[in-house]
């Protein structure tokens, strides 16, 4: 019972968390974006044309980002989950300390 009544507090939470909300307008898949939107204001961490290594990128709200900022740069992201395609992102399945998965991000730079 207590379980239960546990994760309805955390639903109850989410339906009124404000960047939960922002996050589905603006169409990135979790809210933890706009911490990275926050990081890249203040330390302009982006540039164009930028080489973005996402290790761990499930479910992809980060690549989304970095691939939008980056312009004309790459972007690849690997995850041990599968993700839907992200628009202009490579990604790969798999475990980054691998040397196999290792020769096909080397590959892609």
């Known amino acids: ?4 009544r546990i994760s309805k507090n955390w639903l109850n939470k989410q339906k009124k968390d ?4 922002k996050s589905k307008i603006d169409g ?6 706009y911490k990275l939107i ?7 961490i982006f540039k164009g044309g930028m080489f973005v290594l996402d290790i761990g990128a499930a479910p992809g709200s980060w690549s989304q ?13 690997i995850d041990l989950k599968s993700m839907e395609e992200i628009k202009d992102t490579i990604q790969i399945k798999g475990d980054f300390t691998d040397p196999s998965i290792q020769k096909k991000i080397k590959d892609y730079f």
Do not use: P
Not at 1 to 4: C, F, G, L, P
Not at 18 to 21: G, H, K, N, S, T
Not at 68 to 73: L, T
């Open 1 to 4: 019972m207590k379980k239960n």
């Open 18 to 21: 404000i960047y939960v909300r």
């Open 28 to 33: 990135y898949r979790a809210r933890s974006v």
């Open 38 to 44: 926050e990081i890249d204001k203040k330390f302009k």
């Open 65 to 77: 980002y970095a691939s939008k900022v980056v312009k004309n740069g790459k972007v690849i992201s």
